[in-house]
C-alpha cells in the first residue's frame, strides 16, 4: 500500500540540512528513493534492504527502521542541485519488483 | 547506449479514441513497469512484467491492456480512452534482484478531451 512522506515540501538555503521521512503500514523488504525534477523522469538515488545491505548515491545517506517500517532520506549540507521532488518507494516481499510510491515531498533549495 | 525509450513524448486523443504506448529498453532487463503520475498522486503502477512473456496487474489496471513482446518492448494499450486517463505516463525497467533499482523513460504526456 502507498507509503506515506513527510514533510510535502521543505525549503532550504544552500549549505543547510533536510531529512524525509517515509513510512508504511506494511512489512517491508526494501525502500527505494527516487528525485525527480520538473518535467523530468525519476531518476534513481538508493536502495534500503531489510537487514541493512544498502547501495546508492555518495553524497546522499539513508535509514531504514524494519520495525517501525520507516526510512528516513539525509540531504546534508544542501546544494542548488538537490531541488526536486523526492519519492520513497516501497516493496513488500523479496523479488515483488513492485513499488508503491509515496506522494513526494517536494524540496527547493534556494541561495 | 539509450535507456528506455517512449513514444510518442505528447498525445491528445479525444474520449473513446484508443492508442498504444510503446516503452522499449536496451539495458537487458527482465523486468519492465508502466506508471501514471498525477498531480498530488505521486506514481502509481498500472502493470509490470517480471519476464518477458509474463505480466500482472498492479495498483490501477483498468482501462489498460499491456503486450510484453520481447525482451526489450513493453506496450500499454488504451482501448476507450477516457477523461480520467489523462496523466504522465512513465515506462520503466530493471534487474530482477535485490538491488533492482529502476531505470525511466522520459515519458508519455497524454490528454484525453
Sequence with gaps: QQPVQSPQAVILREGEDAVINCSSSKALYSVHWYRQKHGEAPVFLMILLKGGEQKGHEKISASFNEKKQQSSLYLTASQLSYSGTYFCGTEEKAGANNLFFGTGTRLTVIP | ?113
Excluded at chain 2, 513524448?9 to 474520449?15: D, Y
Excluded at chain 2, 489496471?61 to 480520467?84: Q, T
Excluded at chain 2, 496523466?87 to 520503466?92: G, I, L, Q, T, W
Aim: aromatic share 12%; proline share 5%.
Design chain 2, 1 to 113: 547506449n539509450a535507456g528506455v525509450t517512449q513514444t510518442p513524448k505528447f498525445q491528445v486523443l479525444k474520449t473513446g479514441q484508443s492508442m498504444t504506448l510503446q516503452c522499449a529498453q536496451d539495458m537487458n532487463h527482465n523486468s519492465m513497469y508502466w506508471y501514471r503520475q498525477d498531480p498530488g498522486m505521486g506514481l502509481r503502477l498500472i502493470y509490470y512484467s517480471a519476464s518477458e512473456g509474463t505480466t500482472d496487474k498492479g495498483e490501477v489496471p483498468n482501462g489498460y491492456n499491456v503486450s510484453r513482446l520481447n525482451k526489450r518492448e513493453f506496450s500499454l494499450r488504451l482501448e476507450s480512452a477516457a477523461p480520467s486517463q489523462t496523466s504522465v505516463y512513465f515506462c520503466a525497467s530493471s534487474v530482477t534482484g535485490p538491488f533492482s533499482e529502476q531505470y525511466f523513460g522520459p515519458g508519455t504526456r497524454l490528454t484525453v478531451t
